[in-house]
């Protein structure tokens, strides 16, 4: 399990690296938002990769404060449009109690106004052990503005890992998106169904 742990955090850090050291792209932004209501995020975009910092908001006590690195980089793979993404990361708590790491990769494919796509999630966390976490989403676009957006998947919205199904809205307006959803369970445990809203804001630079 040791072993486990340390390839994928050396995976972590070589997709860091790796995105790091080829910035030759033309666009580029500094980037704010939130996730699923509870992570505030800051972060730098070139195009088609991005790292960034995410830090949890409405803790109580600063030791249980979470923080996580993250890189992301997109490619269009000029296969039938299908386009490749990679997400690495690596998060603890203040305290150092615990801490978690992942790589997910996913395929994307859009067709007219429909977007659909999959993707799996290695990931270990040091107090709950592995899993293998997978998402498969699909979206439509109603209004140039507005898609309806679904999402089946067990990767976790906070720690641990949960199936469940997130309907939702993505507006988009220049350089924000806002995406309003319900997160329900798939076990008939609708009483925990959550209401999620994330959402990001741009600022480009020349």
């Known amino acids: 399990m040791k072993k486990r742990v340390l390839l994928l955090f050396i995976g ?7 995105w790091s050291q080829n910035d030759s792209l033309q666009f580029k932004s500094i ?8 992570y505030a995020s800051i972060g730098f ?3 088609n990769w991005s790292v960034g910092l995410e830090n949890t908001i409405f803790i109580r006590h600063l030791s249980e404060q979470y923080i996580r690195a993250n ?3 997109r490619y269009s793979t000029g296969v039938w449009g299908v386009k490749f993404s990679a997400e690495a990361f690596f998060g603890t708590n203040y305290a150092g109690r615990f801490y978690d790491s992942g790589l997910k990769i996913g395929l994307d494919k859009k067709i007219g106004r429909v977007e659909f796509g999959a993707g799996v999630m290695p990931m270990y966390d040091s107090g709950m052990g592995y899993n293998t976490c997978y998402t498969v989403h699909a979206a439509c676009r ?3 503005e507005a898609a ?7 990767i976790p919205e906070y720690r641990m890992v949960e199936h469940r199904i997130v309907p939702g809205i993505l507006f988009r307006a220049h350089k924000l998106w806002v995406r309003p959803e319900l997160s329900i369970p798939l076990n008939d445990n609708v009483q925990f169904t959550r209401v999620l809203i994330s959402f990001r804001y741009d600022f480009l630079l020349k």
């Open 12 to 18: 972590v850090i070589s997709f860091l690296s790796v």
């Open 31 to 38: 980037f704010v938002g939130v996730r699923n209501n509870k």
């Open 71 to 73: 890189g992301t980089f």
């Open 148 to 154: 309806l957006v679904l999402d089946i998947t067990n």
């Open 142 to 144: 109603v209004i140039q």
């Open 45 to 47: 975009q070139a195009k």
